[in-house]
């Protein structure tokens, strides 16, 4: 049981990405990962994950890269 549960969330997780639009640039990058917990999308992350990203960046999720 818990060598299944390993192997999915190991399956399950994903970079979270930030695009951060400034008017003469765009920064990019991963401040971190996340992993699903079930098939409806929700997903789990550790609060300094969102929390690093800079200020007034919007977070994205690209799938599993990559693929």
Same mark, same amino acid.
């Given at each position: 049981?818990y060598a299944?549960? #390993?192997a999915?969330?190991?399956?399950s997780i994903?970079p979270?990405?930030?695009? #951060?639009?400034q008017?003469d640039?765009? /920064?990019s990058?991963?401040c ?8 409806r999308? #929700?997903?789990v992350t550790?609060? /300094?994950?969102?929390? *690093?990203?800079?200020?007034g *960046?919007?977070?994205?999720y690209?799938g599993?890269?990559?693929?």
């Open positions: 049981m299944d549960a #390993l999915r969330i190991a399956e994903f979270i990405f930030f695009v #951060l639009e008017s640039r765009v /920064h990058g991963v971190g990962t996340g992993f699903f917990v079930d098939d999308g #929700l997903f550790a609060d /300094h994950v969102i929390t *690093s990203a800079p200020v *960046s919007t977070l994205y690209y599993k890269v990559p693929e």
